[in-house]
Protein backbone atom coordinates (compact mmCIF):
# COMPACT_ATOMS: atom_id res chain seq x y z
CA UNK A 1 0.00 0.00 0.00
CA UNK A 2 1.08 3.75 -0.06
CA UNK A 3 2.68 4.54 2.59
CA UNK A 4 5.82 6.56 4.25
CA UNK A 5 8.05 5.65 6.51
CA UNK A 6 10.20 7.91 8.30
CA UNK A 7 13.66 6.51 10.73
CA UNK A 8 13.17 6.27 14.17
CA UNK A 9 13.66 8.56 17.35
CA UNK A 10 16.49 10.69 18.02
CA UNK A 11 18.37 12.42 21.11
CA UNK A 12 21.08 14.60 20.46
CA UNK A 13 23.06 17.08 22.39
CA UNK A 14 22.89 21.01 21.71
CA UNK A 15 25.33 21.30 18.71
CA UNK A 16 25.07 18.04 16.89
CA UNK A 17 23.55 17.53 13.59
CA UNK A 18 20.44 14.77 13.36
CA UNK A 19 19.07 13.30 9.48
CA UNK A 20 15.20 12.44 9.39
CA UNK A 21 14.66 9.56 5.98
CA UNK A 22 11.37 9.13 4.55
CA UNK A 23 10.93 6.43 2.82
CA UNK A 24 7.86 5.91 0.23
CA UNK A 25 6.31 2.93 -1.10
CA UNK A 26 3.91 1.85 -3.48
CA UNK A 27 3.55 4.72 -5.93
CA UNK A 28 5.74 6.09 -8.06
CA UNK A 29 8.50 8.66 -6.15
CA UNK A 30 8.96 11.62 -8.35
CA UNK A 31 5.60 11.79 -9.34
CA UNK A 32 4.32 14.19 -5.88
CA UNK A 33 6.48 16.53 -4.09
CA UNK A 34 7.27 16.06 -0.18
CA UNK A 35 6.78 17.95 1.94
CA UNK A 36 7.93 18.24 5.69
CA UNK A 37 6.14 19.45 8.94
CA UNK A 38 7.58 20.73 12.48
CA UNK A 39 4.67 19.88 15.46
CA UNK A 40 6.44 21.24 18.76
CA UNK A 41 5.75 19.62 22.05
CA UNK A 42 1.62 20.51 22.40
CA UNK A 43 2.05 22.85 19.44
CA UNK A 44 0.22 23.32 15.93
CA UNK A 45 1.93 22.37 12.75
CA UNK A 46 4.39 24.18 11.15
CA UNK A 47 4.74 24.26 7.35
CA UNK A 48 8.56 23.63 6.41
CA UNK A 49 9.10 23.26 3.05
CA UNK A 50 8.94 20.80 -0.05
CA UNK A 51 11.07 19.51 -2.39
CA UNK A 52 11.13 18.92 -5.83
CA UNK A 53 11.34 15.51 -6.82
CA UNK A 54 12.42 15.97 -10.15
CA UNK A 55 14.99 18.29 -9.91
CA UNK A 56 15.72 18.02 -6.46
CA UNK A 57 15.17 21.72 -5.68
CA UNK A 58 13.79 22.86 -1.80
CA UNK A 59 11.92 25.10 -1.19
CA UNK A 60 12.21 26.46 2.62
CA UNK A 61 9.63 27.89 4.59
CA UNK A 62 11.17 31.69 6.20
CA UNK A 63 11.72 30.07 9.91
CA UNK A 64 13.66 27.34 8.43
CA UNK A 65 16.44 28.81 6.30
CA UNK A 66 19.80 28.41 6.98
CA UNK A 67 19.95 25.49 9.30
CA UNK A 68 17.85 22.99 7.47
CA UNK A 69 18.48 20.92 4.15
CA UNK A 70 16.04 19.11 2.24
CA UNK A 71 17.48 16.22 -0.42
CA UNK A 72 16.17 12.85 -2.21
CA UNK A 73 17.74 9.31 -2.99
CA UNK A 74 15.76 8.67 -5.32
CA UNK A 75 16.90 5.37 -6.24
CA UNK A 76 15.83 4.34 -2.82
CA UNK A 77 12.85 6.22 -2.93
CA UNK A 78 13.89 8.43 0.34
CA UNK A 79 13.54 12.14 1.03
CA UNK A 80 16.03 13.18 3.72
CA UNK A 81 15.55 16.14 6.42
CA UNK A 82 18.93 17.57 8.16
CA UNK A 83 19.01 19.60 10.53
CA UNK A 84 22.40 21.30 11.91
CA UNK A 85 23.89 22.99 14.80
CA UNK A 86 20.81 21.62 17.10
CA UNK A 87 18.71 23.75 19.81
CA UNK A 88 17.20 22.79 21.93
CA UNK A 89 13.71 25.20 20.72
CA UNK A 90 14.20 21.73 17.48
CA UNK A 91 12.84 19.50 19.74
CA UNK A 92 9.97 18.26 18.21
CA UNK A 93 8.02 15.59 16.10
CA UNK A 94 9.21 16.20 12.43
CA UNK A 95 6.58 14.51 9.85
CA UNK A 96 7.42 13.79 6.08
CA UNK A 97 3.83 14.61 4.31
CA UNK A 98 3.15 13.61 0.05
CA UNK A 99 1.57 16.65 -1.52
CA UNK A 100 -1.61 15.03 -4.12
CA UNK A 101 -2.46 18.45 -5.18
CA UNK A 102 -1.07 21.67 -3.57
CA UNK A 103 -1.26 21.34 -0.12
CA UNK A 104 -3.54 17.92 -0.15
CA UNK A 105 -0.70 16.18 1.75
CA UNK A 106 -2.51 12.90 1.38
CA UNK A 107 0.12 10.34 3.35
CA UNK A 108 1.94 11.02 5.81
CA UNK A 109 4.87 9.11 7.52
CA UNK A 110 4.57 8.62 11.05
CA UNK A 111 7.06 11.04 12.76
CA UNK A 112 10.52 11.36 14.05
CA UNK A 113 11.06 12.84 17.37
CA UNK A 114 14.01 14.61 17.89
CA UNK A 115 14.96 15.27 21.26
CA UNK A 116 17.82 17.60 21.80
CA UNK A 117 18.94 17.74 25.70
CA UNK A 118 22.50 18.30 27.38
CA UNK B 1 3.45 35.32 7.84
CA UNK B 2 1.07 34.40 10.48
CA UNK B 3 -0.76 31.47 11.52
CA UNK B 4 -3.98 30.99 9.74
CA UNK B 5 -6.75 31.94 12.81
CA UNK B 6 -9.01 28.61 13.79
CA UNK B 7 -11.12 28.92 17.64
CA UNK B 8 -9.08 26.91 19.91
CA UNK B 9 -11.78 24.70 20.61
CA UNK B 10 -15.28 24.00 19.96
CA UNK B 11 -17.45 21.06 21.23
CA UNK B 12 -20.94 19.02 20.48
CA UNK B 13 -22.71 16.59 21.65
CA UNK B 14 -23.17 13.15 19.75
CA UNK B 15 -25.27 13.37 16.78
CA UNK B 16 -25.08 17.25 16.64
CA UNK B 17 -23.27 19.19 13.62
CA UNK B 18 -20.29 21.13 14.71
CA UNK B 19 -18.59 24.04 12.01
CA UNK B 20 -14.77 25.10 12.75
CA UNK B 21 -13.76 28.22 11.21
CA UNK B 22 -10.12 29.16 9.30
CA UNK B 23 -9.58 32.61 8.77
CA UNK B 24 -6.76 34.00 6.69
CA UNK B 25 -6.15 37.22 3.73
CA UNK B 26 -6.62 37.47 0.12
CA UNK B 27 -3.12 36.34 0.08
CA UNK B 28 -3.86 33.14 1.59
CA UNK B 29 -7.44 31.65 1.49
CA UNK B 30 -8.74 34.16 -0.50
CA UNK B 31 -6.47 34.04 -3.35
CA UNK B 32 -7.15 30.11 -4.68
CA UNK B 33 -9.65 27.07 -3.86
CA UNK B 34 -6.42 24.91 -2.15
CA UNK B 35 -7.88 24.84 1.29
CA UNK B 36 -7.26 21.73 3.05
CA UNK B 37 -8.69 20.65 6.56
CA UNK B 38 -6.46 17.70 8.39
CA UNK B 39 -7.42 15.48 11.91
CA UNK B 40 -5.34 14.79 13.91
CA UNK B 41 -5.79 12.13 17.23
CA UNK B 42 -3.35 12.48 20.35
CA UNK B 43 -0.07 10.49 19.27
CA UNK B 44 -1.02 10.16 15.39
CA UNK B 45 0.08 11.89 12.44
CA UNK B 46 -2.49 13.99 10.90
CA UNK B 47 -5.13 13.07 8.40
CA UNK B 48 -6.18 14.13 5.26
CA UNK B 49 -9.78 15.33 5.50
CA UNK B 50 -10.63 17.86 3.00
CA UNK B 51 -8.60 18.97 0.35
CA UNK B 52 -9.43 22.06 -2.33
CA UNK B 53 -11.83 23.56 -0.02
CA UNK B 54 -14.92 21.49 -0.52
CA UNK B 55 -13.47 17.70 -2.17
CA UNK B 56 -13.10 14.07 0.22
CA UNK B 57 -10.70 12.20 0.13
CA UNK B 58 -11.76 8.59 -1.64
CA UNK B 59 -13.53 6.26 1.61
CA UNK B 60 -13.94 9.17 3.66
CA UNK B 61 -17.21 9.91 5.30
CA UNK B 62 -19.92 12.36 4.15
CA UNK B 63 -20.46 13.22 7.84
CA UNK B 64 -17.19 15.60 6.84
CA UNK B 65 -17.86 18.92 4.70
CA UNK B 66 -15.73 22.14 3.61
CA UNK B 67 -16.77 25.64 2.27
CA UNK B 68 -15.00 28.67 1.86
CA UNK B 69 -16.47 32.28 1.63
CA UNK B 70 -14.22 35.07 1.04
CA UNK B 71 -10.84 34.55 3.07
CA UNK B 72 -12.59 32.42 5.55
CA UNK B 73 -12.56 28.99 5.17
CA UNK B 74 -15.18 26.04 7.50
CA UNK B 75 -15.24 22.62 8.37
CA UNK B 76 -18.45 21.14 9.32
CA UNK B 77 -18.79 17.64 10.91
CA UNK B 78 -22.17 16.52 11.15
CA UNK B 79 -23.32 13.73 12.93
CA UNK B 80 -20.85 14.20 15.38
CA UNK B 81 -19.62 10.67 16.62
CA UNK B 82 -16.85 9.78 19.74
CA UNK B 83 -14.02 9.51 17.36
CA UNK B 84 -14.39 12.74 15.75
CA UNK B 85 -12.74 14.05 18.97
CA UNK B 86 -9.41 15.47 18.11
CA UNK B 87 -7.30 18.37 17.00
CA UNK B 88 -8.17 20.22 13.90
CA UNK B 89 -5.99 22.19 11.47
CA UNK B 90 -6.79 23.83 7.95
CA UNK B 91 -4.28 24.98 5.65
CA UNK B 92 -3.83 27.13 2.79
CA UNK B 93 -1.87 27.86 -0.52
CA UNK B 94 -0.45 31.12 -0.26
CA UNK B 95 0.50 33.55 -3.01
CA UNK B 96 3.79 33.26 -2.14
CA UNK B 97 4.31 29.93 -3.00
CA UNK B 98 4.30 28.55 0.25
CA UNK B 99 1.48 26.74 2.84
CA UNK B 100 0.59 27.93 5.67
CA UNK B 101 -1.24 25.60 8.83
CA UNK B 102 -3.81 27.60 11.41
CA UNK B 103 -3.20 27.20 14.58
CA UNK B 104 -5.79 24.19 15.13
CA UNK B 105 -9.19 23.67 17.20
CA UNK B 106 -9.49 20.93 19.67
CA UNK B 107 -12.65 19.48 19.57
CA UNK B 108 -14.64 17.74 22.13
CA UNK B 109 -17.46 15.36 22.14
CA UNK B 110 -19.01 15.46 24.85
Known amino acids: QVQLVQSGSELKEPGASVKVSCKASGYTFTRHSMNWVRQAPGQGLEWMGW????????TYAQDFTGRFVFSLDTSVNTAYLQISTLKAEDTAVYYCARDYNMVAFDIWGQGTMVSVSS | QSALTQPASVSGSPGQSITISCTGT?????????VSWFQQHPGKAPKLMIY???NRPSGLSNRFSGSKSGNSASLTISGLQAEDEADYYC??????????FGGGTKLTVL
Open chain 2, 26 to 34: NSDVGAYNY
Open chain 1, 51 to 58: INMNTGNP
Open chain 2, 91 to 100: SSYTTSRTVI
Open chain 2, 52 to 54: DVS
